[in-house]
């Protein structure tokens, strides 16, 4: 059965996105753009909300086009293109480069999709992540740490989200200052508050 991971980065105050939705705050250079390209080049899908996609989509489709582009972005927007995607959306009508749009986070339909056979299948967007967090879908995070405080924005883990234990599989740290931390589920549950009091 495939895994659902849940692949993002965050500043070290847990947010997504600053003010105003800026990444610029991301630091992505050639070393970690091409970690990714290696990481998701195996992946069997991209699974995300309909702001992610609509962002991917326009830039990546033709972000090879520009011969000034380095070498990780031009090969991404290949990946990009060719992966399977499915985006969550009650809206969007329509969407292309290969995307499926479906419109709710049914459980069932989830777990048909991971029978299938392939790699994991990527999931990115804080919104969609959220609701594959309430209904315990997610099976591995994927959170790369970005050494920034942004004080504000959109956070990667939303309240009402259901309480997993993690169990820490593997680390990374690049050249930049990110820091990959890779977890499955597992572990052992969380402790409540009358755990730790009673400690």
């Given amino acids: 059965m495939r895994d659902i991971v849940l692949t ?3 500043s070290v105050d847990g947010y997504m996105e600053g003010p105003g939705r800026d990444i610029s705050w991301h630091r992505v250079d050639e070393e970690l753009h091409q970690h990714f390209n290696d990481t998701l080049r195996e992946a069997g899908a991209f699974l995300s909300g309909r702001v992610t996609h609509e962002l991917m989509a326009g830039f990546w489709p033709t972000a090879d086009q520009d011969p000034e582009a380095p070498a990780p972005m031009a090969e991404f927007a290949g990946i990009w293109r060719e992966k399977p995607k499915i985006v969550y959306s009650r809206t969007l009508e329509h ?3 290969n995307t499926t749009v479906v419109r709710d986070v049914v459980p069932e ?3 048909a999709l991971k029978e299938r056979p392939g790699g994991e299948l990527v999931l990115g967007g804080a919104h969609v992540a959220a609701a594959f967090l309430r209904q ?8 790369y740490v970005h050494p920034v405080l942004v004080g504000g924005g959109t956070p990667l883990f939303a309240e009402g989200s259901a309480p997993a234990g993690l169990r820490l599989v593997g680390t990374r740290t690049f050249g930049n200052g990110v ?8 572990g052992g549950e969380p402790h409540g508050p009358a755990d730790s009091a009673a400690r």
Avoid: K, N, T
């Fill in 179 to 186: 820091v990959l931390l890779h977890h499955e589920r597992g």
């Fill in 95 to 97: 969407a292309d480069w």
């Fill in 109 to 111: 339909e989830v777990r």
């Fill in 136 to 143: 315990g879908l997610v099976d591995a995070f994927r959170i």
């Fill in 8 to 10: 993002a980065s965050v």
